[in-house]
């Protein structure tokens, strides 16, 4: 198998699975694997909790452009992002440019099972939790729905199940992979 052409950014919402089966790719490929929201970590030198709490999510979100365009610019790998990052039109308007976004597409139900005890989530620190990411999914789908290539999360399969259906997906779409597509 070849390597990427391009590199692929995992959109979706939190609890999707992009980090998990991101790297679960990233290792079946042979590939490396990126995560977004460690390098703001990394490069701020605290939580995204923090960094929202402290600067706020506007001063968040210029991190995550800057953050997401150099990846970009660097050797094509498998990049997890925040639930968010896909949701501003410079972000899709660069990964369209130079990567190409796969959405993990996952029903409510399933987001929540995963994200419920998790207390890292600032945008879910809400009185009523779940009734907040019913909310941001319905108002984020929209711009999901504009990746280049859709795998639906199962609750049904390991990481490594959504591995192999993401890696399919990948060599079934023209230009991503080198080598013959499957």
């Given at each position: ?98 990567g190409v976004a796969l ?36 108002a984020r789908e929209p ?17 490594d199940q959504m591995a ?19």
């Open positions: 198998m070849g390597g990427l052409l391009r590199t692929v950014v995992m959109v979706g919402m939190p609890g999707a699975g992009k980090t998990a089966v991101g790297t679960a790719t990233a290792r079946r490929l042979g590939v490396p694997f990126r995560d977004s929201d460690a390098e703001i970590e990394r490069a701020a030198r605290r939580t995204i909790a923090e960094i929202f709490e402290r600067e706020g999510e506007p001063f968040f979100r210029e991190r995550e452009t800057a953050v997401l365009r150099r990846i970009l610019s660097e050797p094509p790998c498998i990049l997890s992002t925040g639930g968010g990052a896909y949701l501003q039109a410079r972000n899709r308007e660069a990964i369209r440019a130079e959405w993990l597409r996952a029903e409510l139900d399933l987001l929540w099972s995963r994200v419920r005890h998790k207390t890292t989530r600032p945008l879910l620190r809400t009185a009523d939790p779940r009734a907040t990411l019913a909310e941001l999914a319905r711009f999901y729905a504009e990746a280049e290539i859709v795998v639906d999360s199962l609750p049904d399969l390991t990481v192999g259906r993401v890696a399919a997906a990948l060599k079934a779409h023209p230009g991503v992979i080198e080598g013959p597509r499957a």
